[in-house]
Every structure is written in C-alpha cells, then in structure tokens.
C-alpha cells in the first residue's frame, strides 16, 4: 500500500508562483514514475507533468515552460513547481504513483487546491 500526501495548494494571484509537494510513505521512486494531474470544475482529470524512474519527464503543452516536476529520494517527495500562473491553472491538483508492473494499482493522493485569481 502506498500513501500520497499532497501539500503546498493555495490562492495566489496570476504570475504569481506556487510550489507543491507529494511525499510518498516509502521509497518508490524505482518502482513507479510519479504524476501530477489536475481537475478543474466540469472537466476531466488531466496530466500536468511526470517524471519515471529513470528521471524523464513530460508535460502538458499548456504547461510547458512554466512547470517543473522534481523529486527527492531522500525525502521520497516529488515537488510541482508552477510559475506564471494563469487563471486557467485553477483545479485541484493530485499526484500519483504509477507502478512500472501493470499488474499493481494506481495510487492517488487526496488533492490539494490551487486557485489562481486577483
């Protein structure tokens, strides 16, 4: 069983910048690529950003240049870091562990909230 605790969510004003944290219950990182996910109201959960076992990482186009997804194996922690935020980044943002074994679960933290507005 893997535990995700997300942190870091808040109101902040556009341009402004936020960092968010995932700590993982135990070290992980080799077995599963962690994500970031977000769901406005209305809409669909959608990737932000991941980063595998090996350190690649992608993301979303509409976050790209302005996101940065991290992760510390020491802490067993994976951080979003968001600049220039934008009224459209408004949702609430999960991360997940995805495990490299298709055959074992998805694990999802609880959420956190990130809204974006003057």
């Known amino acids: 069983q893997v535990q995700l605790v997300e942190s870091g969510g808040g109101l902040v004003q556009p341009g402004g910048s936020l960092r968010l944290s995932c700590a993982a219950s135990?070290?992980?990182?080799?077995?599963?690529?962690m994500g970031w996910y977000r769901q406005a109201p209305g809409k669909q959960r959608e990737l932000v950003a991941r980063?595998?076992?090996?350190?690649?990482?992608n993301y979303a186009d509409s976050v790209r240049g302005r996101f940065t997804i991290t992760r510390d194996k020491t802490k067993n922690t994976v951080y979003l870091q968001m600049n220039s935020l934008k009224p459209e980044d408004t949702a609430v943002y999960y991360c997940s562990a995805d495990p490299l074994n298709p055959s074992l679960n998805i694990y999802w933290g609880q959420g956190t909230q990130v809204t974006v507005s003057s």
């Open positions: 135990g070290s992980i990182f080799s077995r599963y690529a």
């Open positions: 980063i595998t076992n090996a350190r690649n990482t």
